[in-house]
């Protein structure tokens, strides 16, 4: 639901990691609301914060804070990055992704989903217009982009390869990321972020497919692992990660956070790749923890592995992980999602 990307630890990151992390999650959730409507907030998703994170680390100037709330109306408010071009950029392109698959549902699709994907289609039509609007306005090379996902289709009916089949998502990212470069005032790093695009892009198809295999089979669709095998399957992810993961390289004001993400984001996936495969990639050293005040624990409190976190934390009336809206912390309820609230997991 939120994306190939994962959050900051809350438990292992420093705090103001974490606080930062949430600031732009919120700060998206509130561009989404600000620029189209209340509902499109619910669209908020950590691929999206990552490009509005990163888009803003590269700015040579400090993005502008702003003390609103995020997901519940009578929080207190908190400082949030949702003003300036980092956001609007995100949450522009969430909208567009939003009609992207909606379009593809559509074409996929048969029956009650078929239908239900051409009425929310026509629905997020004033989004979709808005959102191209203002990347048009912004130069964002947006009948390109709409050009290669149109191209998708064509593609998995020649019945491709992992790498051909992956390879309109891939470019697409790439030119969404690249644009960010641009947007910061850092034309500089427009290769490097198109190159982490294309990565980025192709994990994220890459798990799209891995985890609709069965359904897949089930209905008769394409699906590029069928044929692949899965030593090239690991292959191909494990590269592909390898390679996001040199965003570390950049220079930013928030390479702490960044780095952060990219941590978690390898944790969270490293069941698809062999054991031991990220051994090789070296970290920046990581600020200290501050610690926190010690909680008495509970029998729901015992830990075992996450996709998101360090620590998962059962819930005694929902199981789930800390970073699944199960967990939230008193006050929280209603949020969308634990990145941008007080998880209970510590």
């Given at each position: 639901?939120?994306?190939?990307?994962?959050?900051?630890?809350r438990?292992c990151?420093?705090?103001?990691?974490?606080?930062?992390?949430?600031?732009?999650?919120?700060?998206?959730?509130?561009?989404?609301?600000?620029?189209?409507?209340?509902?499109?907030?619910?669209?908020?998703?950590?691929?999206?914060?990552?490009l509005?994170?990163?888009t803003?680390?590269?700015?040579?100037?400090?993005?502008?804070?702003?003390n609103?709330?995020?997901?519940?109306?009578?929080?207190?408010?908190?400082?949030?990055?949702?003003?300036?071009?980092?956001?609007r950029?995100?949450?522009?392109?969430?909208?567009?992704?939003?009609?992207?698959?909606l379009?593809?549902?559509?074409?996929?699709?048969?029956?009650?989903r078929?239908?239900?994907?051409?009425?929310?289609?026509r629905?997020?039509?004033?989004?979709?217009?808005?959102?191209?609007?203002?990347?048009?306005?912004?130069?964002?090379?947006?009948?390109?982009?709409?050009?290669m996902?149109?191209?998708?289709?064509?593609?998995?009916?020649?019945?491709?390869?992992?790498?051909?089949?992956?390879?309109?998502?891939?470019?697409?990212?790439g030119?969404?990321?690249?644009?960010?470069?641009?947007?910061?005032?850092?034309?500089?790093?427009?290769?490097?972020?198109?190159?982490?695009?294309?990565?980025?892009?192709?994990?994220?198809?890459?798990?799209?497919?891995?985890?609709?295999?069965?359904?897949?089979?089930?209905?008769?669709?394409?699906?590029?692992?069928?044929?692949?095998?899965p030593?090239?399957?690991?292959?191909?992810?494990?590269?592909?990660?390898?390679?996001?993961?040199q965003?570390?390289?950049?220079?930013?004001?928030?390479?702490?956070?960044?780095?952060?993400?990219?941590?978690?984001?390898?944790?969270?996936?490293?069941?698809?790749?062999?054991?031991?495969?990220?051994?090789?990639?070296e970290?920046?050293?990581?600020?200290?923890?501050?610690?926190?005040?010690?909680r008495?624990?509970?029998?729901?409190?015992?830990?075992?592995?996450?996709?998101?976190?360090?620590?998962?934390?059962?819930?005694?009336?929902?199981?789930?992980?800390?970073?699944?809206?199960?967990?939230?912390?008193?006050?929280?309820?209603?949020?969308?999602?634990?990145?941008?609230?007080?998880?209970?997991?510590?």
């Open positions: 639901m939120f994306g190939f990307l994962a959050s900051p630890c438990t990151a420093p705090d103001d990691t974490h606080s930062t992390y949430r600031s732009f999650f919120c700060g998206l959730s509130g561009a989404l609301r600000d620029d189209y409507t209340p509902a499109a907030r619910f669209l908020v998703n950590r691929d999206s914060t990552f509005s994170l990163l803003a680390s590269i700015n040579p100037a400090a993005p502008s804070v702003s609103r709330t995020c997901c519940n109306p009578i929080s207190i408010p908190r400082p949030l990055f949702s003003n300036d071009l980092h956001a950029f995100a949450a522009a392109v969430t909208v567009c992704g939003l009609s992207a698959k379009d593809d549902d559509r074409s996929d699709e048969t029956g009650l078929k239908n239900t994907a051409r009425l929310l289609g629905a997020v039509r004033p989004m979709t217009d808005r959102a191209i609007s203002f990347l048009n306005s912004i130069r964002f090379p947006t009948a390109e982009v709409i050009e996902m149109d191209e998708q289709s064509a593609i998995e009916d020649a019945q491709p390869d992992l790498l051909s089949a992956a390879s309109p998502t891939s470019q697409a990212y030119t969404i990321f690249g644009h960010a470069a641009l947007l910061a005032d850092a034309p500089d790093q427009k290769n490097k972020l198109q190159s982490l695009g294309q990565n980025l892009g192709r994990l994220i198809y890459w798990q799209d497919a891995h985890q609709d295999r069965s359904e897949d089979a089930k209905r008769g669709r394409f699906n590029p692992l069928e044929k692949a095998d030593e090239e399957f690991q292959h191909h992810f494990t590269s592909a990660l390898t390679n996001f993961h965003v570390v390289n950049l220079t930013g004001s928030f390479q702490e956070t960044v780095h952060q993400v990219l941590s978690s984001t390898l944790a969270k996936h490293q069941t698809l790749v062999p054991a031991g495969a990220f051994s090789q990639l970290n920046p050293p990581a600020k200290k923890p501050r610690k926190r005040k010690k008495k624990d509970q029998w729901w409190h015992n830990c075992c592995n996450c996709s998101d976190c360090c620590l998962p934390c059962p819930s005694p009336k929902k199981g789930g992980c800390c970073d699944s809206a199960f967990d939230c912390g008193p006050g929280d309820t209603g949020c969308i999602d634990c990145d941008c609230c007080s998880c209970s997991c510590t």
